[in-house]
């Protein structure tokens, strides 16, 4: 089933190092992707703040009704939370957080194993890749009114593409979950709790991603956003997404930690 609701298109500032080549008979769209960004297993009991950047007083789209501060980033018994709160101020009622890697990434596995912010209509956990210019993105979001789903999706110059709710047989924000993304220059694969849930075959003239982008986490309330997220009320208290590891590792690298999806596939 296609996403008939995404989210709009969202304002980051994404600190990045890349390179574009491209040849004279080829189309921007073809550009050859190049990135800084190395294979990395981040378990947050020693929280490297030199690969992330965490926002701070600021807002992002018109759609989030939170503002992002930078104190509702906190590592907790060896994981990282991440917090929606009902702290009032300048732009609204509640306070919300996102960090994104200080690096952009390139072709390769995206793994992250997280636990959803909580089973509350009106707001999204999030585990993506995003671009702009040209507004390229990888998603991963929970949205919470249904726990037991996963919504994949990609941007291409800012039009979604590939949208998909996934049913799961577990719930997402009661437990500790693997979660992953695998983006290759031809193919796209979706993975939970290591099973493939949905792929992407690249075809000739349809669009695709092909430019490196930053990771982000982020969990939010909306604003406007209804049909796709419900009506949020704030339930008493804070609501956190909890992340126990996130990983990349470049197409082709070997598998840097035993519950990897590519030590899996190794092994056989």
């Known amino acids: 089933m296609s996403i008939t609701c995404v989210r709009p298109p969202i304002h980051v500032l994404a600190v990045a190092v890349l390179v574009f080549m491209s040849t004279s008979d080829a189309p921007a769209q073809e550009a050859k992707l ?48 991440l917090r929606l709160t009902d702290t009032p101020n300048s732009r609204s ?12 990434y390139g072709h390769g596995m995206y793994e992250v194993r997280m636990r959803a912010a909580g089973a509350v209509p009106g707001i999204v956990s999030a585990f993506f890749t995003f671009i702009r210019p040209p507004h390229d993105e990888i998603d991963i979001e929970f949205v919470g009114k249904s726990p037991k789903q996963v919504q994949v999706n990609t941007f291409v110059n ?6 998909k709710v996934i049913d799961l047989d577990f ?22 709790n290591g099973r493939l849930v949905h792929e992407v075959k690249r075809e000739a003239g349809k669009p695709y991603p092909v ?13 406007g956003t209804e049909a796709w997220l419900g009506a949020f009320a704030y339930p008493g208290r804070p609501l956190s997404v909890r992340y126990e590891y ?8 070997p598998c840097q930690f035993p519950t990897s999806i590519i030590c ?5």
Request: glycine share 6%; hydrophobic share 40%; with cysteine.
């Open 34 to 81: 190049v990135s800084a960004g190395k294979s990395f297993f981040e378990d947050f009991s020693n929280f490297d703040r030199r690969r992330w950047i965490v926002s701070n007083d600021r807002a992002s789209g018109d759609f989030q009704d939170c503002l992002f501060l930078a104190r509702n980033v906190q590592p907790v018994d060896g994981a990282l939370e």
């Open 93 to 104: 009622s509640f306070t919300c957080a996102e960090m994104q890697s200080a690096q952009a």
């Open 158 to 163: 800012a039009h979604s593409q590939y949208g």
């Open 171 to 192: 719930d997402t924000t009661t437990s500790m979950n693997d979660y992953a993304f695998e983006w290759l220059p031809d193919t796209l694969r979706w993975f939970a």
């Open 211 to 223: 430019t490196a982008g930053t990771i982000h986490l982020s969990v939010w309330n909306g604003k």
């Open 246 to 253: 996130i990983a990349f590792t470049e197409a082709g690298r």
């Open 264 to 268: 899996k596939r190794q092994a056989k």
